[in-house]
């Protein structure tokens, strides 16, 4: 069986739906891979015919250039089943979008979107039933791309491959939704004008690790990003942007730092953005410092701030820590706003609510 550019070898030893059901059971992100993958290779200028396969590992030469100087960069998105048993997806072409902006910034070559769908689509359709049910749970989707040139010069690689697997995702707050914890980060920044902040590439996540680890240290659960020149704007949260929620009388305002190039463009940040009109937010995407955070928590004029991402969808800040002070936010409790946000967005995933933006991609 083939779909126009991708051979489809049926794995010859898929799970059985006992040994399944159980690997489903698990909720821990990240371990647990579905039956098949899909991986295109790139040469001679073009993408070669693709192969959806059985999951397993890749044979790489150990001289291949990604494992050397890092050309490596990937995306995530899920697919969620709906009321009706049909399965779709939330936004995929967005994803495949950045993930081309990411790959021009690491002089990558660009994946045309339909195929980037394609193989989306493909591999839910032979794994469906894969597919987790409950709410707040999906199949997250990783596509990422690789240099494979043997060759250890410093140049851009001729030969790549794309690669797509797909991993069962339990509800990121099985306990129910909780505020986190963040260490406002000093020592540390991101990304730097000019770098590479805006693509999601695996050297960014590589240059993090160390501040998480430091956030850790302090007791809080995710690094707060400043800006690298002044140390002082706030850009995102580990790998999640940040919203900070105002209230003045009945009106609500909803504002995000603004995209600068330092900063990744989050597809649920931007979902949100339009999501907050339709509740009858305003939204603002400006500049804020550090100083105007702590002073509007002070003035009670900030009532809330949350995270968003696609694996945790929403989750809300509680308490910012950094040398020499401490702010608790809304008591430490979910607030009003973000779990209005969370709800619709999470509606609107799992079908529930009505999709007036025409976002979601149907698979099958
Ligand atoms: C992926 C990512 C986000 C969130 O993007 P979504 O498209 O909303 O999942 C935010 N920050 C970083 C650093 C990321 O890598």
């Known amino acids: 069986m083939t779909t126009s550019n991708i051979t489809i070898t049926p794995s010859a030893h898929p799970l059985s739906d ?9 909720p821990a992100f990240g371990r647990v891979f579905t039956d098949h993958m899909v991986v295109i290779p790139y040469r001679d200028g073009q993408w070669q015919q693709g192969e959806l396969k059985a999951y397993g590992p890749l044979m790489l030469d150990p001289s291949a250039s990604s494992l050397h100087y890092g050309q490596a960069i990937f995306e995530g ?6 009321p009706d048993g049909s399965i779709k997806t939330f936004r995929p072409e967005q994803n495949a979008e950045r993930f081309n902006r990411s790959a021009a910034r690491l002089a ?9 769908l394609e193989a989306g689509d493909a591999l839910i359709s032979i794994d469906r039933n894969w597919v987790p049910t409950k709410t707040g749970e999906s199949l997250y989707m990783r596509p990422l791309m690789i240099a494979t040139d043997p060759y250890l010069g ?8 794309f690669v ?6 339990g509800a990121y707050f099985p306990q129910g939704v909780k505020p986190v914890t963040v260490w406002i980060s000093e020592d540390f920044v991101r990304a730097a004008p000019g770098g590479t902040g805006e693509a999601k590439c695996a050297g960014n996540y590589a ?16 690094v707060v990003w400043l800006d690298a020149v002044h140390r002082e704007f706030i850009e995102e949260m580990g790998g999640m942007n940040l919203f900070f929620v105002y ?7 909803v504002v995000t730092p603004e995209l600068t190039g330092t900063l ?5 940040r931007r979902s949100l953005l339009e999501m907050a009109k339709d509740l009858g937010y305003a939204t603002e995407e400006r500049k804020l410092s550090v100083q105007q955070w702590r002073d509007d928590i002070a003035s009670g004029r900030m009532t809330e701030v949350f995270a968003c991402g696609t694996a945790a969808v929403i989750t809300p800040v509680g308490v910012a820590k950094a040398n020499g002070f401490e702010m608790t936010i809304n008591n430490n409790e979910n607030g009003a706003v973000t779990l209005a946000l969370r709800e619709a967005l999470l509606g609107l995933q799992h079908g529930t609510k009505a999709d007036t933006h025409g976002w979601m991609h149907t698979v099958c």
């Open 247 to 253: 209230k003045d009388g009945e009106k609500i305002t």
């Open 108 to 116: 990558m070559p660009a994946i045309p979107v339909e195929l980037f």
């Open 264 to 268: 990744l463009p989050g597809i649920t």
């Open 154 to 161: 410093v140049r851009p690689s001729e030969e790549y491959l």
């Open 164 to 169: 797509l697997f797909a991993s069962p995702a």
């Open 207 to 222: 240059a993090s690790l160390m501040a998480q680890s430091q956030a850790q240290e302090k007791g809080c659960d995710q």
């Open 18 to 26: 006992a040994e399944r059901g159980e690997r489903m059971n698990k």
């Open 77 to 82: 998105y899920k697919a969620f089943a709906q």
